[in-house]
């Protein structure tokens, strides 16, 4: 269906809960407000559909859809742009992020999950939004060592390397204030990182493995060496290792001062899949799990 940049589909006679109107997944009709007064409106619609997605792969959809009401053309009505949802959850962003900032005390916020579950990009949006630096501790690791990336530190020098560089990377951070660091997703299986985390407040980003698996194979394994050795099709091998590592660090994260369940997430906002989170939603409850341990 993607494949064709613009369809038309036409819906007749389609009734519309006038109740419903207020909530905007991820998108909303316009209606004047003489039509928001009728409880349910039986209405004629013509919508030019534009299936895309945006940076992060969220599946979107960009309306321009003709009303009829009462055999009469009432208005044209045209879908939220990415940019003003975008803005409405900046808003929320900074709402809530000013209720925190006073009792955060310029401590480090540490996020850690799996690998795969947004803990740079909620990071860079969450630091943003607290008035943060961001710090990748992976990045750190990489510019120490003089590589490109954590995968090439795996070949070259094994995981043990790494791990040990990993934890004198926290070492470092745990005496800097006001960053928000994103830690590697096996970050939480040493004891003396937890020691330097915990001078900061930490954040478990949890995401369904199924979700997990389904971020990593649209990309590909050959990044994650913890990974790319599996074999079978990229989906079935990043969930059958995501599920073995999972089993050996899921009480370590449960270390973690406060959890962001991506599953809670979309049971509070009516989502039956976690794949329409989006990076700003999970940072707003991020911050609203950080402001009830404060």
Same mark, same amino acid.
């Given at each position: ?116 579950? %947004?803990? $740079?990009? =909620?990071?860079? !949006? ?7 630096? /961001?710090? #990748?501790?992976? +990045? ?5 060592? %003089?590589? $490109?990336? =954590?995968?090439? !530190? ?7 390397? /790494?791990? #040990?560089?990993? +934890? ?26 937890? +020691? ?26 050959? +990044? ?71």
């Amino acid at each position: 269906m993607e494949a064709n940049f613009a369809q038309r589909m036409q819906i007749s006679t389609t009734w519309i809960e006038t109740g419903n109107l207020a909530r905007k997944p991820a998108g909303f009709l316009r209606f004047s407000g003489r039509l928001k007064e009728q409880k349910r409106l039986q209405v004629f619609v013509s919508a030019q559909f534009r299936p895309v997605r945006d940076e992060n792969r969220h599946r979107l959809a960009s309306f321009e859809v003709s009303c009829s009401y009462n055999n009469s053309r009432v208005s044209t009505l045209e879908s939220e742009s990415l940019q003003d949802l975008l803005d409405d959850e900046a808003l929320i962003l900074k709402n809530k992020s000013q209720e925190i900032e006073p009792y955060l005390n310029g401590r480090c916020i540490y996020l850690v999950g799996m690998m795969g579950s %947004g803990k $740079t990009t =909620v990071g860079k !949006i969450l630091s943003q939004a607290i008035h943060y630096s /961001f710090c #990748d501790s992976d +990045t750190l690791v990489e510019k120490d060592v %003089g590589v $490109t990336s =954590v995968a090439e !530190i795996f070949q070259i020098y094994g995981e043990h390397f /790494f791990r #040990d560089k990993e +934890t004198e990377a926290l070492e470092k951070l745990s005496i800097e204030h006001r960053y928000v660091v994103s830690t590697g997703g096996g970050a939480v299986i040493q004891d003396e990182n937890w +020691t330097y985390m915990r001078k900061g407040i930490s954040v478990w980003l949890d995401v369904p493995l199924e979700e997990l698996a389904q971020r990593i194979a649209a990309v590909g394994t050959k +990044t994650r060496p913890l990974l790319d050795s599996e074999p079978g099709d990229a989906y079935t091998k990043a969930f059958r290792r995501l599920s073995a590592l999972f089993e050996q660090r899921y009480k370590a994260y449960e270390n973690a001062n406060a959890r962001v369940s991506l599953e809670n997430i979309a049971a509070k906002l009516g989502y039956k899949d976690v794949s329409n989170i989006t990076p700003p939603m999970i940072a707003i409850e991020a911050i609203e799990q950080i402001g009830n341990i404060l």
